[in-house]
């Protein structure tokens, strides 16, 4: 089943991702503070891949507003959305910002990708 914008509105989520989806910031079901449940939260992953699958075509994204995010998708229990979106814009993907990269290592961390978190949390030395 396809889903719009509209249909995820109520969802809980951060300001940041709510504006680059295009919903209305106000419309922050405020009263609804509940944990998605399991199917709910797929269904949620399912549309962002979607979207951004559909975004990359646009270069609509700054470094700055991927790690804002990166950070949010993390924080909402998201973390192979988070990845895909920075794998999918890693032309602005700089590792540049230390919330970007401790978001990027958080999230492979937690999909097992262990090469790739240690890469983020590894301090360069010179």
Sequence with gaps: MQHSTVDWSGYPMGPKLRIWLGININNDAKNDRRRPEESERQGFADFLLQSIGMSQTQPNLDEGQLVDLADELVAMD????????????????????FRGVLAEGIAAMQVEDLERSEMCFRVSRS
């Design 78 to 97: 998201l973390p192979l959305v988070a990845l895909k979106l920075i794998d999918s814009f890693s032309n602005c993907w700089h590792r540049n910002h």
